[in-house]
């Protein structure tokens, strides 16, 4: 699936992803760069743009879940959890 949506909206999030990378404590020049790009890049708009790297970003995260539960045994749900209470706490 190389052409297929989700893989190009997959590779606009690795894109994004990356450059948070690069400087995740800032500042975001990088990061807001690339993520203006995708948005206003895409043919049928910045709505359109945004809903693509929403979905892009969200499918990443879905994929890091299920390989961490692959690796770990800990299910995906479980990691949100984890990670929902330690920002509860904060």
């Known amino acids: ?3 297929s949506p989700r893989s190009d909206s ?3 999030a690795i894109e994004v992803v990356t450059a948070w990378l690069d400087s995740p404590d800032g500042p975001p020049d990088l990061l807001l760069s690339q993520m203006c ?3 206003q890049a895409h043919p049928k708009g910045d709505l359109y743009g945004a809903t693509s ?3 892009g970003l969200i499918y990443l995260c879905g994929s890091l879940l ?3 539960e692959h690796e770990t045994g800990i299910s995906s749900r479980q990691t949100v959890r984890d990670l929902g209470l330690e920002y509860a706490q904060d």
């Open 1 to 3: 699936m190389p052409d």
């Open 10 to 12: 997959a590779r606009n």
């Open 37 to 39: 790009n995708h948005v």
């Open 53 to 55: 790297l929403i979905m």
């Open 66 to 68: 299920a390989l961490r």
